[in-house]
Nanobody
Framework: QVQLVESGGGLVQAGDSLRLSCAASGRTLSSYAMGWFRQAPGKEREFVAVINWNSYSTNYANSVKGRFTISRDNDKKMVYLQMNSLNPEDTAVYYC????????????????????WGQGTQVTVSS
């Protein structure tokens, strides 16, 4: 069993930055790709970013590319999402996720590839 706990969300203004953290417990983190998703009110959960098991490969949704950076520290069992130049469209609940495999075959992480989810952390960006 793995547990994922996100932190770092909050209320910020447009243009600000936030760093989300995801702490994993239970089974080793280093054998799996990790990802972030988000869900805005009234919308479906959407892929944000993915990082493979050894950090050699990362991919991002077009809407966040160039502004967000995903990283991981396998020794600390932590995954991070650095979010810069935030805008109101980034307002959502952000979810950390652990994939079923060390890497993903597509450029994105699909919800069907996820084995474990965190409880989510709210990010609100005011204009």
């Amino acid at each position: 069993q793995v547990q994922l706990v996100e932190s770092g969300g909050g209320l910020v203004q447009a243009g600000d930055s936030l760093r989300l953290s995801c702490a994993a417990s239970g089974r080793t983190l280093s054998s799996y790709a990790m990802g972030w998703f988000r869900q805005a009110p009234g919308k479906e959960r959407e892929f944000v970013a993915v990082i493979n098991w050894n950090s050699y490969s990362t991919n991002y949704a077009n809407s966040v590319k160039g502004r967000f950076t995903i990283s991981r520290d396998n020794d600390k069992k932590m995954v991070y999402l650095q979010m810069n130049s935030l805008n109101p469209e980034d307002t959502a609940v952000y979810y950390c996720s652990r994939a079923k495999s060390p890497s993903v075959s597509r450029w994105y992480l699909s919800a069907s590839d996820v084995e474990a989810w965190g409880q989510g952390t709210q990010v609100t960006v005011s204009s």
